[in-house]
Antibody
Framework: QVQLEQSGAEVKKPGASVKVSCKTS????????IQWVRQAPGQGPEWMGW????????NSAQRFQGRITMTRDTSISSVYMELSRLRSDDTAVYYC?????????WGQGTMVTVSS | QSALTQPASVSGSPGQSITISCTGT?????????VSWYQQHPGKAPRLMIY???NRPSGVSTRFSGSKSGNTASLTISGLQAEDEADYYC??????????FGGGTKVTVL
């Protein structure tokens, strides 16, 4: 069965970086894009960007450009999202999800807390 | 502020039908048939309920249906059940090759 398993919760100080991993299984890794979505407490989801696991190509929301880096490791069917220069308003649950327009499988979410 | 506009809350009694709207622009919903709907229970990841405006993934109840008119998409839940109480979010592909989400609608079963 398809599974996306994310890394554990993180607590970071303002200005630091965080790297969240998403390990996939149950399907051919290179057949589906992976996208990253975050959800601040009590808010709707916010699209951050996606990565093509086949080529490594990425596309990200303008508001994160310069701060977000998405990578993949095809040998272990995993993708990574690194967000730098963290601010308090980056506190949110970060999700990886399979697909771009249609997200049929989601990771369990990774809580990132930014606090001094 | 979310890119797509949804009502904050909708409620109904068991067995009734409710409809949730999702309003966008000519750069997203109006221009593409790539509208999805997600259900989210507290502390859980979103679950895909409708994709490409009207299609249901395998395993989703036929009580859930989607439609679109102009720049507004809608999700209808028929025969409302207690387990349908959750937050619902719409999303749409955009002309910038990005994904826009709605702010979410809390469905309450009275």
């Amino acid at each position: 069965q398809v599974q996306l398993e994310q890394s554990g919760a993180e607590v970071k100080k303002p200005g630091a970086s965080v790297k969240v991993s998403c390990k996939t299984s149950g399907y051919r890794f290179t057949d589906y894009y992976i996208q990253w979505v975050r959800q601040a407490p009590g808010q709707g989801p916010e699209w951050m960007g996606w990565i093509n696991p086949h080529s490594g190509g990425t596309n990200s929301a303008q508001r994160f450009q310069g701060r977000i880096t998405m990578t993949r490791d095809t040998s272990i069917s995993s993708v990574y999202m690194e967000l730098s220069r963290l601010r308090s308003d980056d506190t949110a649950v970060y999700y990886c999800a399979r697909g771009t327009i249609i997200n049929d499988y989601w990771g369990q979410g990774t809580m990132v807390t930014v606090s001094s | 502020q979310s890119a797509l506009t949804q009502p904050a809350s909708v409620s109904g009694s068991p067995g009734q039908s409710i409809t949730i709207s999702c309003t966008g622009t000519s750069s997203d919903i109006a221009d593409y048939d790539y509208v999805s709907w997600y259900q989210q229970h507290p502390g859980k990841a979103p679950r895909l309920m409708i994709y490409e405006v009207t299609n249901r993934p395998s395993g989703v109840s036929t009580r859930f249906s989607g439609s679109k008119s102009g720049n507004t998409a809608s999700l209808t839940i028929s025969g409302l059940q207690a387990e349908d109480e959750a937050d619902y979010y719409c999303s749409s592909f955009t002309s910038s090759s990005t994904l826009a989400f709605g702010g979410g609608t809390k469905v309450t079963v009275l």
